[in-house]
T-cell receptor
Framework: GESVGLHLPTLSVQEGDNSIINCAYS??????FIWYKQESGKGPQFIID?????DKRQGQRVTVLLNKTVKHLSLQIAATQPGDSAVYFC???????????FGAGTRLAVHP | EPEVTQTPSHQVTQMGQEVILRCVPI?????FYWYRQILGQKVEFLVS????????KSEIFDDQFSVERPDGSNFTLKIRSTKLEDSAMYFC?????????FGQGTRLTVV
């Protein structure tokens, strides 16, 4: 069945450290993933996406890694800032543009 | 920057009443969605809408729910006979391709 989930509900880091948020999925046919950031009181915001023909994709201060063998992806945030504090969701868009399947979310707390 | 707007931001309704949640998607977008998020939980897909019809819906989206695009700009979610467990944040989103843009949400409280 469809399932996208995260390993840890909360991650606390010091400002300036790198953060790694993990996500596991169960559907081996899934081939397109998106990371979203949700700040308090706001809707999810697109961060970065990756297709299964890639193992790694980099954006500004963010990197997504995809390991299809173990059905795992991660979001790495370099030099974490207080503004990065939010809940991060991985989502599966493998069914086309019609439906995002969200994982449970990891809360990232950045401490000065 | 274009954005998805939702109204109202908060809605309190009595159990059994009908509510209509309103959304104005980004103007050139083709796909429209409703998601909900029960407090502290993950975002759940409800329904997607394309070319003036529902393209996909989840098991949550039963006969209690309906969507409409009445005038080419608004996109509404109607919930009939609300139940306590309908209390949640409801997010509208729109997209032209893979990147869905979400609104700020409507917090629905059923009492």
């Amino acid at each position: 069945g469809e399932s996208v989930g995260l390993h840890l509900p909360t991650l606390s880091v010091q400002e300036g450290d790198n953060s790694i948020i993990n996500c596991a999925y169960s559907n081996s046919a899934s081939d397109y993933f998106i990371w979203y950031k949700q700040e308090s009181g706001k809707g999810p915001q697109f961060i970065i996406d990756i297709r299964s023909n890639m193992d790694k994709r980099q954006g500004q201060r963010v990197t997504v890694l995809l390991n299809k063998t173990v059905k795992h992806l991660s979001l790495q945030i370099a030099a974490t800032q207080p503004g990065d504090s939010a809940v991060y969701f991985c989502a599966d868009l493998s069914g086309g543009y019609n439906k995002l399947i969200f994982g449970a979310g990891t809360r990232l707390a950045v401490h000065p | 920057e274009p954005e998805v707007t939702q109204t109202p931001s908060h809605q309190v309704t009595q159990m059994g009443q009908e509510v209509i949640l309103r959304c104005v998607p980004i103007s050139n977008h083709l796909y429209f969605y409703w998601y909900r998020q029960i407090l502290g939980q993950k975002v759940e897909f409800l329904v997607s809408f394309y070319n003036n019809e529902i393209s996909e819906k989840s098991e949550i989206f039963d006969d209690q729910f309906s969507v409409e695009r009445p005038d080419g700009s608004n996109f509404t979610l109607k919930i009939r006979s609300t139940k306590l467990e309908d209390s949640a944040m409801y997010f509208c989103a729109s997209s032209v391709s893979n990147e869905a843009f979400f609104g700020q949400g409507t917090r629905l409280t059923v009492v």
